[in-house]
């Protein structure tokens, strides 16, 4: 059964910096990896979509990467902003028709 | 496009009470999955649809609970009876094809039992 875990669980940093967030998965045998972004009482927004042929992917100012050898991924944001903060969700999705598998997620929270 | 539309956002009910939750997914979209997501659990698939058909319930906790798709534009999970540790917030999304391609979530159905 794939386990998803993602460290840290929560992060608080000021406003500027570049970050990563981890996430690590046990199962190699994925379809795609997603990152979801959650604000509080909200839906799940995806940020980016990595199939398992790639190695990353990028949209503005965040960068995923994806190495199913070592089962892990990261998320980079570059020069952060108190509208990032939010909790930040890796998804594992399978093959086939899956549904996906999550991790706890990060809290992370930008200070102006 | 609305985007997948979820009702009621929120539902407070008291224990042994039938609960009905819905989903509109988006229209084209094949893919209907719904999730439970808990402070200590995290997010977890419960069952998902292709094509209104149920590929995967193996998540449904009890047999208390059940989906239906009874057709592309439409789908419930219904708690019958409801619990206090079913108490959470329940999330439908849809996808164009299989789980291949991004999902797209709605904004959840907080969920209180008494």
């Known amino acids: 059964k794939q386990e998803v875990t993602q460290i840290p669980a929560a992060l608080s940093v000021p406003e500027g910096e570049n970050l990563v967030l981890n996430c690590s998965f046990t199962d190699s045998a994925i379809y795609n990896l997603q990152w979801f972004r959650q604000d509080p009482g909200k839906g799940l927004t995806s940020l980016l979509l990595?199939?398992?042929?790639?190695r990353e992917q990028t949209s503005g100012r965040l960068n995923a990467s994806l190495d199913k050898s070592s089962g892990r991924s990261t998320l980079y944001i570059a020069a952060s902003q108190p509208g990032d903060s939010a909790t930040y969700l890796c998804?594992?999705?399978?093959?086939?028709?899956?549904?996906?598998?999550f991790g706890k997620g990060t809290h992370l929270i930008i200070q102006p | 496009d609305a985007g997948v539309i979820q009702s009621p956002r929120h539902e407070v009910t008291e224990m042994g009470q039938e609960v009905t939750l819905r989903c509109k997914p988006i229209?084209?979209?094949?893919?209907l999955f719904w999730y439970r997501q808990t402070m200590m659990r995290g997010l977890e698939l419960l069952i998902y649809?292709?094509?209104?058909?149920?590929?995967?319930d193996s998540g449904m906790p009890e047999d208390r609970f059940s989906a239906k798709m009874p057709n592309a534009s439409f789908s419930t999970l219904k708690i019958q009876p409801s619990e206090p540790r079913d108490s959470a917030v329940y999330f439908c999304?849809?996808?164009?094809?299989?789980?291949?391609?991004?999902?797209?979530f709605g904004a959840g159905t907080r969920l209180s039992v008494l």
């Open positions: 998804a594992i999705g399978g093959g086939g028709a899956d549904g996906l598998t």
């Open positions: 990595i199939q398992s042929s790639q």
């Open positions: 649809f292709n094509n209104n058909v149920p590929i995967d």
């Open positions: 999304a849809s996808s164009p094809r299989t789980g291949k391609n991004i999902q797209y």
């Open positions: 229209s084209g979209h094949n893919s």
